[in-house]
């Protein structure tokens, strides 16, 4: 499957990450008005108009700089804009032409990327017209937004889903990805290893041991998977090592290309904010998903325990609280099996096709008894519902109003469809559109 990866640009404060905060519909980018304060990576995923993409924001990028930060910073961006499928180039519309522009421009063009300018700032008639000078940058196509305030990044992002294409799903003849993921020195590599049957993979205590993604054949349960270990995902607050960078970039990859992600964590740490931001990551990419609590050995427990745990977790997790969890010891082998049963179940389950039939006569009955609420002294009227064509489960309701639906009911529908359908562990999509 081609990357849908999208890395963001520019010279140092030209509003790199406030972008990537309203692309994300995030604040996990630090922003300030001081230069250089994104020195390491910020990943996240964007949904736009039922199309889904990873974008990752990046340092400022300067040339000419012996600063050793801003060259480690520089050679980063390099290899993000390397492995993207299209670069956003971010510059200041209030500002003006810059040469450290020009410097950013010149390095893009030796990589050969598709490139969207993106002229941020742009906050009043004046800056939008002032915004025609950086087509002297080289590049055709210039957007001008205020990402502060959201305005021009609809056109941007119509244009670059349009850019990026249907997400594809993988020929039916490759066989399924489960991808391992997870905070480093949480087990990823013990559980590949335990479940190959073999030391394919380096362990150590060392955080951070793993840097690349690794594929290796596994054979079981009457079928051929793709399991890929992956590098540990962490939050840090200083500049990273390029090598940990580079394998950062690699396992948004190795999930974007997967079907099902065992989600692991460690029993003997709470299920915290970096587990939640990677599970955030792969249900906006629509993976199938099964949460490992590895080192299970390590925790005195009782009768209670694993029910306690389970609850703590999917606490969490909502308002995605249909996962499985599965209590396992890679070093002793317990329940990995069981852990792999649940992810092809997962897969399966993520491959479901409903004839158009069949849930007209499920759900419309459930609707008309539950409608949506009046909005306005408006009445909703869902009228039929199809699944779509996608590489995973979304599904589009027909309604006079589309406009009015809110979240409450959408959430209410999708958890009347998990109750019926079983999407245990999937995320799925609800989308809904006009018809009169």
Same mark, same amino acid.
């Given at each position: 499957?081609?990357?849908?990866?999208?890395?963001?640009?520019?010279?140092?404060?030209?509003?790199?990450?406030?972008?990537?905060?309203?692309?994300?519909?995030?604040?996990?980018?630090?922003?300030?008005?001081?230069?250089?304060?994104?020195?390491?990576?910020?990943?996240?995923?964007?949904?736009?108009?039922?199309?889904?993409?990873?974008?990752?924001?990046?340092?400022?990028?300067?040339?000419?700089?012996?600063?050793?930060?801003?060259?480690?910073?520089?050679?980063?961006?390099?290899?993000?804009?390397?492995?993207?499928?299209?670069?956003?180039?971010?510059?200041?519309?209030?500002?003006?032409?810059?040469?450290?522009?020009?410097?950013?421009?010149?390095?893009?063009?030796?990589?050969?990327?598709?490139?969207?300018?993106?002229?941020?700032?742009?906050?009043?008639?004046?800056?939008?017209?002032?915004?025609?000078?950086?087509?002297?940058?080289?590049?055709?196509?210039?957007?001008?937004?205020?990402?502060?305030?959201?305005?021009?990044?609809?056109?941007?992002?119509?244009? *670059? !889903? @349009?850019?990026? $294409?249907?997400?594809?799903?993988?020929?039916?003849? /490759?066989?399924?990805?489960?991808?391992? +993921?997870? #905070?480093?020195?949480?087990?990823?590599?013990?559980?590949?290893?335990?479940?190959?049957?073999?030391?394919?993979?380096?362990?150590?205590?060392?955080?951070?041991?793993?840097?690349?993604?690794?594929?290796?054949?596994?054979?079981?349960?009457?079928?051929?998977?793709? *399991? !890929? @270990?992956?590098? $540990?995902?962490?939050?840090?607050?200083?500049?990273? /090592?390029?090598?940990?960078?580079?394998? +950062?970039? #690699?396992?948004?990859?190795?999930?974007?290309?997967?079907?099902?992600?065992?989600?692991?964590?460690?029993?003997?740490?709470?299920?915290?904010?970096?587990?939640?931001?990677?599970?955030?990551?792969?249900?906006?990419?629509?993976?199938?998903?099964?949460?490992?609590?590895?080192?299970?050995?390590?925790?005195?427990?009782?009768?209670?325990?694993?029910?306690?745990?389970?609850?703590?977790?999917?606490?969490?997790?909502?308002?995605?609280?249909?996962?499985?969890?599965?209590?396992?010891?890679?070093?002793?082998?317990?329940?990995?099996?069981?852990?792999?049963?649940?992810?092809?179940?997962?897969?399966?389950?993520?491959?479901?096709?409903?004839?158009?039939?069949?849930?007209?006569?499920?759900?419309?009955?459930?609707?008309?008894?539950?409608?949506?609420?009046?909005?306005?002294?408006?009445?909703?009227?869902?009228?039929?519902?199809?699944?779509?064509?996608?590489?995973?489960?979304?599904?589009?309701?027909?309604?006079?109003?589309?406009?009015?639906?809110?979240?409450?009911?959408?959430?209410?529908?999708?958890?009347?469809?998990?109750?019926?359908?079983?999407?245990?562990?999937?995320?799925?999509?609800?989308?809904?559109?006009?018809?009169?």
């Amino acid at each position: 499957m081609p990357s849908r990866l999208v890395s963001i640009v520019g010279r140092p404060n030209v509003g790199k990450s406030t972008l990537f905060n309203r692309l994300t519909e995030s604040r996990s980018a630090i922003t300030d008005a001081s230069a250089g304060t994104t020195r390491d990576r910020h990943y996240g995923s964007v949904l736009w108009n039922g199309r889904s993409f990873t974008v990752i924001d990046t340092g400022g990028y300067v040339s000419g700089s012996e600063d050793v930060f801003e060259s480690q910073i520089n050679r980063q961006v390099r290899e993000a804009v390397k492995q993207s499928a299209v670069v956003l180039f971010v510059v200041d519309a209030a500002a003006g032409l810059n040469p450290l522009d020009e410097a950013v421009a010149d390095m893009l063009r030796t990589e050969g990327r598709p490139v969207i300018v993106v002229a941020n700032k742009a906050d009043d008639y004046r800056t939008l017209q002032s915004s025609a000078e950086f087509y002297a940058l080289g590049f055709d196509k210039i957007f001008s937004v205020a990402a502060i305030s959201g305005s021009g990044t609809g056109d941007l992002l119509d244009y *670059l !889903v @349009d850019l990026l $294409g249907a997400e594809e799903a993988e020929p039916p003849t /490759e066989f399924p990805r489960i991808t391992v +993921v997870g #905070r480093p020195n949480v087990g990823k590599s013990s559980i590949v290893n335990a479940l190959l049957g073999e030391e394919k993979h380096i362990v150590t205590p060392v955080a951070g041991t793993t840097r690349d993604s690794i594929d290796s054949h596994f054979r079981g349960f009457g079928m051929d998977f793709i *399991l !890929v @270990d992956t590098a $540990g995902l962490r939050k840090k607050g200083r500049a990273m /090592e390029d090598i940990e960078f580079y394998s +950062v970039l #690699r396992t948004i990859q190795s999930i974007e290309r997967s079907d099902v992600c065992l989600l692991v964590t460690d029993a003997r740490e709470e299920f915290g904010q970096q587990e939640l931001n990677i599970l955030r990551l792969l249900e906006k990419n629509h993976k199938g998903v099964v949460i490992l609590v590895n080192k299970w050995d390590l925790v005195e427990k009782d009768t209670r325990t694993t029910d306690l745990y389970r609850r703590q977790i999917l606490g969490r997790t909502a308002p995605f609280t249909d996962i499985p969890v599965v209590f396992t010891s890679a070093v002793r082998r317990q329940r990995l099996l069981k852990a792999f049963e649940e992810a092809l179940a997962v897969y399966n389950r993520r491959q479901q096709k409903f004839k158009t039939s069949e849930l007209n006569a499920t759900l419309l009955p459930i609707i008309e008894e539950n409608p949506p609420p009046a909005i306005k002294g408006k009445y909703i009227r869902i009228k039929y519902i199809t699944q779509l064509a996608t590489p995973y489960p979304s599904f589009a309701f027909f309604c006079n109003l589309p406009q009015y639906v809110r979240e409450p009911y959408k959430r209410f529908l999708e958890n009347k469809m998990r109750e019926l359908f079983d999407f245990h562990g999937v995320p799925i999509e609800l989308f809904f559109r006009a018809k009169s």
